[in-house]
């Protein structure tokens, strides 16, 4: 429970953040995942990406990413690979529940309270004159796209430029948050980018007013998909499919509508009836009013 929007942000934030305990577990089958990769493929090297990696992950509901840089002949359409990881897994898994989720392969141990993706991906050089790499790897459908995860962390860490180390994390948290609680189907990579490079212009950081803006500037676009904010790859999208954009943008739709009742109620004093309208933005998981 909290009495004031300040400390109601500051628990519900540290509820988000995935424990130690949860990062162990899914991160105990590493080896044994990658010799089995190594074996069938050989491997350059498999390293970890995603929300775990950048301190982005919400407890309950974030994967472990690894991507798999692979020595073998990169096939021309990108279903070959994510196919034959899957099976090349599933020898040595028997029992686990492994299926394709674009653009990795899903382990779900422990049924499904260990989720660990694999990202099969191939190395096409190097970003700029950096150690940061560039892969190809699956994408919507058959095709490949470019990746740079080691970039793409970079510039989420160097994002809080003019704010309180730690706001860029919080905001992707409190978004991806979102996200994961009312189900929605967007790209958690898609938040994170959009959540970077809203902050990185920011000169102060308020949790319920930039969630606030943060949303309404993804509803204002539209959705849209948006260009690689370091330059080094493509667009990035927000959806898999036309169907699944349609019910997003119905969502954010929601959640905008909700954390503008939320901010307005606050500014005028009413501080219950705006952490009423926190709570149903976010599932009924925001702390309560004290």
Same mark, same amino acid.
Not at 198 to 215: A, C, E, N, T
Not at 236 to 249: E, F, G, L, N, T
């Given at each position: 429970?909290?009495?004031?929007?300040? $400390?109601?942000?500051?628990?519900?934030?540290?509820?988000?953040?995935?424990?130690?305990?949860?990062?162990?577990?899914?991160?105990?089958?590493?080896?044994?995942?990658?010799?089995?990769?190594?074996?069938?493929?050989?491997?350059?090297?498999?390293?970890?990406?995603?929300?775990?990696?950048?301190?982005?992950?919400?407890?309950?509901?974030?994967?472990?990413?690894?991507?798999? =840089?692979?020595? =073998? !002949?990169?096939?021309?359409?990108?279903?070959?690979?994510?196919?034959?990881?899957?099976?090349?897994?599933?020898?040595?898994?028997? &029992?686990?529940?492994?299926?394709? &989720?674009?653009?990795?392969?899903?382990?779900?141990?422990?049924?499904?309270?260990?989720?660990?993706? *694999? *990202?099969?991906?191939?190395?096409?050089?190097?970003?700029?004159?950096?150690?940061?790499?560039?892969?190809?790897?699956?994408?919507?459908?058959?095709?490949?796209?470019?990746?740079? +995860?080691?970039?793409?962390?970079?510039? !989420?860490?160097? &994002?809080?430029?003019?704010?309180?180390?730690? =706001?860029?994390?919080?905001?992707?948290?409190?978004?991806?948050?979102?996200?994961?609680?009312?189900?929605?189907?967007?790209?958690?990579? %898609?938040? $994170?980018?959009?959540?970077?490079?809203?902050?990185?212009?920011?000169?102060?950081? *308020?949790?319920?007013?930039?969630?606030?803006?943060?949303?309404? &500037?993804?509803?204002?676009?539209?959705?849209?998909?948006?260009?690689? +904010?370091?330059?080094?790859?493509?667009?990035?999208?927000?959806?898999?499919?036309?169907?699944?954009?349609?019910?997003? !943008?119905?969502? /954010?739709?929601?959640?905008?509508?909700?954390? $503008?009742?939320?901010?307005?109620? /606050?500014?005028?004093?009413? *501080?219950? /009836?705006?952490?009423?309208?926190?709570?149903? /933005?976010?599932?009924?998981?925001? +702390?309560? %009013?004290?």
């Amino acid at each position: 429970m909290a009495r004031t929007a300040e $400390e109601a942000f500051r628990l519900f934030n540290t509820w988000l953040i995935p424990s130690d305990s949860e990062r162990d577990k899914a991160a105990s089958h590493r080896q044994t995942i990658y010799d089995k990769l190594d074996a069938r493929y050989g491997l350059y090297r498999m390293f970890q990406s995603g929300s775990f990696k950048h301190g982005t992950g919400i407890s309950g509901h974030s994967d472990v990413d690894y991507f798999a =840089s692979l020595k =073998s !002949v990169r096939p021309e359409h990108s279903y070959s690979i994510l196919n034959s990881v899957r099976d090349t897994l599933q020898e040595r898994f028997p &029992s686990t529940y492994i299926h394709v &989720s674009r653009p990795a392969v899903v382990l779900e141990f422990g049924q499904g309270y260990e989720r660990v993706e *694999i *990202i099969p991906a191939y190395a096409v050089g190097s970003v700029g004159d950096t150690d940061n790499m560039k892969f190809k790897i699956p994408g919507v459908l058959e095709e490949w796209l470019e990746s740079t +995860p080691e970039a793409h962390l970079a510039y !989420v860490n160097s &994002s809080d430029i003019n704010v309180p180390s730690g =706001s860029t994390k919080n905001l992707t948290r409190l978004v991806k948050a979102w996200k994961c609680y009312r189900d929605v189907p967007i790209s958690s990579f %898609y938040l $994170e980018m959009r959540a970077a490079a809203y902050m990185r212009v920011q000169k102060s950081y *308020i949790p319920w007013l930039d969630l606030y803006y943060l949303l309404k &500037s993804l509803s204002d676009s539209g959705l849209v998909a948006m260009n690689d +904010p370091t330059g080094n790859t493509g667009r990035i999208y927000p959806c898999s499919s036309d169907a699944k954009h349609a019910d997003a !943008v119905s969502r /954010l739709s929601t959640a905008l509508t909700r954390a $503008e009742h939320a901010k307005d109620y /606050l500014a005028g004093g009413y *501080i219950s /009836l705006a952490f009423d309208e926190w709570d149903k /933005l976010f599932n009924g998981k925001f +702390p309560a %009013y004290s």
